[in-house]
T-cell receptor
Framework: GENVEQHPSTLSVQEGDSAVIKCTYS??????FPWYKQELGKGPQLIIDIRSNVGEKKDQRIAVTLNKTAKHFSLHITETQPEDSAVYFC????????????FGAGTRLTVKP | DTAVSQTPKYLVTQMGNDKSIKCEQN?????MYWYKQDSKKFLKIMFS???????INETVPNRFSPKSPDKAHLNLHINSLELGDSAVYFC???????????????FGPGTRLLVL
């Protein structure tokens, strides 16, 4: 089955700096890669996702890149703000697999003002 | 106009008790899920139902029994609660799994279960 690894487990940056979180996956059939943000006491919220037919997707300060050959994908947050502080999860899923999504272990991002 | 809602938000109970957690979605989705998030924040799928039919059943103790009275509701009943069941339980929903395309999952706010 799919195995998703996520690094780093914790990340601390200064406000305004960029943050990068990386994930690798094992199942070459995976073709859907969402990123979720979980704030304290809340459920995970989708912030961006990418499908395997594209290599990059951007939404304002957030971007995701995908390298299918190397089986890794990354989340990039530019101009970080204190409200970006949260736990971020990557996930991977393949078509025809009943939407069985496998999550990374999470990255706790702290943005210092 | 909450999309995926869960009740209760907090649940504190004694070992050995039986408890239920309820989940409802008003998104018109066909598929619903239960996840367990442990103290290290690891998210692991437990069950999923598509249009009231069980489609994913991970290695979960028989004490956990999901019930889907209709496609907008997926409840989780836990018998004989154990200390190790303490965790945050999240419900999620997605458009469906009948097609080949993977659909985005939307999560509820979670139920924090503490077994004493």
């Amino acid at each position: 089955g799919e195995n998703v690894e996520q690094h780093p487990s914790t990340l601390s940056v200064q406000e305004g700096d960029s943050a990068v979180i990386k994930c690798t996956y094992s199942d070459s059939a995976s073709n859907y890669f969402p990123w979720y943000k979980q704030e304290l006491g809340k459920g995970p919220q989708l912030i961006i996702d990418i499908r395997s037919n594209v290599g990059e997707k951007k939404d304002q300060r957030i971007a995701v890149t995908l390298n299918k050959t190397a089986k890794h994908f990354s989340l990039h947050i530019t101009e970080t703000q204190p409200e970006d502080s949260a736990v971020y999860f990557c996930a991977a899923c393949s078509e025809g697999n009943n939407n069985d999504m496998r999550f990374g272990a999470g990255t706790r991002l702290t943005v210092k003002p | 106009d909450t999309a995926v809602s869960q009740t209760p938000k907090y649940l504190v109970t004694q070992m050995g008790n039986d408890k239920s957690i309820k989940c409802e979605q008003n998104l018109g989705h066909d598929t619903m899920y239960w996840y367990k998030q442990d103290s290290k924040k690891f998210l692991k799928i437990m069950f999923s139902y598509n249009n009231k039919e069980l489609i994913i059943n991970e290695t979960v103790p028989n004490r956990f029994s999901p019930k889907s009275p209709d496609k907008a509701h997926l409840n989780l009943h836990i018998n004989s609660l154990e200390l190790g069941d303490s965790a945050v339980y999240f419900c999620a929903s997605s458009l469906g799994t009948s097609g080949m395309r993977v659909e985005t999952q939307y999560f509820g706010p979670g139920t924090r279960l503490l077994v004493l």
